[in-house]
């Protein structure tokens, strides 16, 4: 695997580092006078975004006219910190894997900022809100395109904190700052191990420029020192992608508004962990271990939120358990050092990810913020684009040919039968089924059949604003599978191959029956979910009832949340109490208290002493004379 040579920078690639700068301005606009621009603050979000997207397209085409081991350009900012002969620059670096990563930033992002336009009229905060999906795009895009572990931490921590604005935005509701509250503490577990792999590799490199630790020689460090820096800087991708153990924020994560969602989901957040791994694969290499551990936390993960997905009843909550189990198959990917699978797994869930959060914003404007499965229906004649583009979403994510969720999932499995990984394949198998299952679950009670309540009976179309997005990126889930395969010939494979190596060959099934195999899983899948949600012959509610308690327990998560509440959450509540009302009132406050206290005590007996009065002074000489002399009388 190559890093690329560092270049000096060329005139075509200058403007790089207004790629973020635009996103950043539009936010500082409408920070300061959104509440003046009313709906014109939605635009100028917009067209920065737009602006950001067509200069990244600019940039990214003048990239590819060079020669494939010359597509690295670096651009300096400014010097940053330089003590002794340890130097951070802020510097950007702009090669294919990071040209990929703006692409779906600005042009996805772009989509979700025009849709938000018709979602968020009418609230009060309107600038507000659009600043801080600016913000959040800046923060991305300063992520991504960081040429030091330095700055793409602070892009990591920008994009930690306006997720906690965004989530928490309908602030007034408890349960919705509760989450965004909860999001914010626990990427905070994953990213505080993250720092500590810096200082690691501060300690190992002498540096953090990705040029001088990816770049460098395989015994620099020992492979001790580089499993424990890949782990570290694993537990940061963990918390912000949302892998188990960490991924009890992102479902909860939902009480934002939907445009935040599907930017969350699709465009930023929570693919920076999956960049992270993808970008610093050469660490990863180097460790005996990491990558088996980034390829079993993976499945595990893929398979654990597949079944809480199909349990289920919030739209919104099903999307957002996909999301955390989509993640995971990229993350087993890049285990089995696939990276280009795990990146076009990324650019295609960009795609249908962001329309099916879309189109369930939609529903919730159509029905007038309704989210429970269990009161829609029909909803596909009333809202014909938004139930239309969504079924191509949900098939992309199922795996139906010629979809991007195909080539992408398909690819994938067919790396870990052709490794030698029949665990992983079949296993992974698994997990695609269950894809297919809950998606189809959720496509056939929302959209077809009956009406299940008044809100589904009088359910309408969004406005052009939100339905145009929606079109957009239907046309992205249907073309980016056969655009950018990821086989050995496919378009990206032999765009990133500089920077993340050739794609694994191996022995297996021949590819044309592993094919079939995902095809057919992916039709009986949902074949199935058709039959048990909307064929009508079977009274699923009952069915539920029958399966209990499972469907309980995979509808609560399998109670990882109360686990964490009952072994973490309410001790440590119980120790912050017993610290504020015992600890600190009687021993911090008493002591304080106590010091006082004495002190005005002894005052008082002073105050006996120093009375003011004259003859009480010659009263008190005279009893001190008679005393002397009385004492000096009887040593005589």
Known sequence: MMLGPSLPEASSLSPLWLVPAVPLLGAV?????????GRSAGWIASTSVGAAFVLSLWLVIALLERSAESRVHIQHLFDWISVGRFA?????????????????????????????????????????????????????????????????????????????????????????????????????????????????????????????????????????????????????????SAQVPLHVWLPDAMAGPTPVSALIHAATMVTAGVYLVVRSAPLFELSGVALTVVLIVGLVTALFAATCALAQDDIKRVLAYSTVSQLGFMFMAAGMRFYTGAMFMLVAHAFYKALMFLGAGSVMHGMHEETDLQRMGGLIRRMPITGWTFVVGAFALAGVFPLAGFFAKDQILEIANHTGRTWIYLLGTLGALLSALYIGRLVFLAFFGSPRSEAAEHAHESPLVMTVPLLALAAGAILAGPLLSTSAEGTLARVLEPVTGPVPHGEGLPTLALSGIATAIALGALALAWWVYASGRVEWLTLRERLQPLPRAAGSGWYVDRAYSTVFVNPGAAAARFTANVFDTKVVDGLVNGVGTGTRRLAAVGRLLQTGFVRSYALAFLLGAVGVLVWVGTRL
């Open 29 to 37: 606009i409408n920070l300061f006078s959104g509440r003046r621009l």
């Open 88 to 240: 951070v620059g802020a510097d950007l670096r702009l090669d294919v894997l990071s040209a990929t990563m703006i692409l779906v930033v600005t042009g996805v992002g772009l989509l979700i900022h025009v849709y938000a336009i018709g979602y968020m009229e009418g609230d009060r905060r309107y600038g507000r809100f659009f600043a801080y999906l600016n913000l959040f795009v800046f923060f991305m895009l300063l992520l991504v395109l960081a040429d030091n572990y330095l700055l793409l931490y602070v892009g990591w921590e920008g994009v930690g904190l306006c997720s906690y604005l965004l989530i928490g935005f309908w602030f007034e509701k408890t349960e919705n700052a509760s989450a965004a509250r909860k999001a914010f503490v626990t990427t905070r577990i994953g990213d505080t191990l993250m720092l500590i792999g810096l200082a690691l590799i501060v300690a190992g490199f002498g540096s953090l420029d990705f040029g001088a630790v990816l770049g460098a020689p395989g015994d620099t460090i020992a492979k001790g020192t580089a499993t424990a820096i890949s782990l570290l800087l694993f537990a940061g991708a963990i918390g912000k």
